[in-house]
């Protein structure tokens, strides 16, 4: 982005979010709610199509979605937040991916989960460097590690340890992928190798 674009960009947004980096860009968003509990750090790029929405009446503050600096967000990308969900640095997230950390309460006998006022919640963590494959749900209460990597539309229901693949409904662990993966391979890192 050159400098004329990057001014612009930060002049159009910054008042609107928490916070909003420098060198950051946010294509069209298809809804923006909660603006305000929002932090978008440094040279953030989010496609058009986005839903961001911080939602919820619990105020302290803090922003209940951060997004790191680094990160590369592509199209029709979905994020609910009603209390945390903390996207680290330099992750990359592949097109129409969910993430939310809550759920509509359905359990109550008299209301439907449309009707209902309560919201099931809990925190949403992805660790830096993590890359979300096209059309995968993070749901709530899931903390996927550093440099993991999720499947094209695998489905999270549990934590996701640091360096590893998952993949499937629900998502289950396929591969590590080993941190000292260059002096296991004679430095190829194309020919990493997981073992179990």
């Known amino acids: 982005m050159n400098l004329a674009g990057a001014i612009w960009h930060y002049a159009r947004w910054r008042w609107r979010f928490h916070s909003f980096g420098w ?9 923006l709610i909660g603006s305000r509990d929002i932090s978008i750090g440094r040279k953030v790029l989010i496609r058009k ?14 922003p209940k979605l951060v997004i790191g600096d680094g990160t590369a967000i592509q199209f029709y990308f979905h994020c609910g937040a009603a209390k945390q969900v903390r996207i680290g640095r330099d992750v990359l997230i592949g097109g129409r ?10 359990d109550e006998p008299d209301r439907s989960a449309r009707q209902s ?17 096209e059309g995968c749900v993070i749901l709530k209460g899931v903390r996927v590690g550093r440099r993991a990597v999720v499947a094209a539309n695998a489905v999270v229901t549990h934590n996701v340890p640091d360096f590893a ?18 002096a296991l391979n004679d430095g190829n890192p194309h020919s990493v190798k997981a073992g179990f």
């Open 23 to 31: 060198r950051s860009r946010l294509g069209r968003c298809d809804m």
């Open 49 to 62: 199509g986005a839903r961001l929405e911080a939602v919820g009446a619990d105020r302290d503050g803090a």
């Open 97 to 106: 991916v969910y993430i939310s950390d809550h759920d509509h309460s359905y």
């Open 165 to 182: 693949v998952v993949a499937g409904i629900p998502a289950r662990v396929i591969k590590i992928i080993a941190p000292e993966a260059d």
């Open 117 to 133: 006022f309560h919201l099931k919640v809990a925190p949403v963590e992805i660790g830096d460097g993590a890359f979300l494959g």
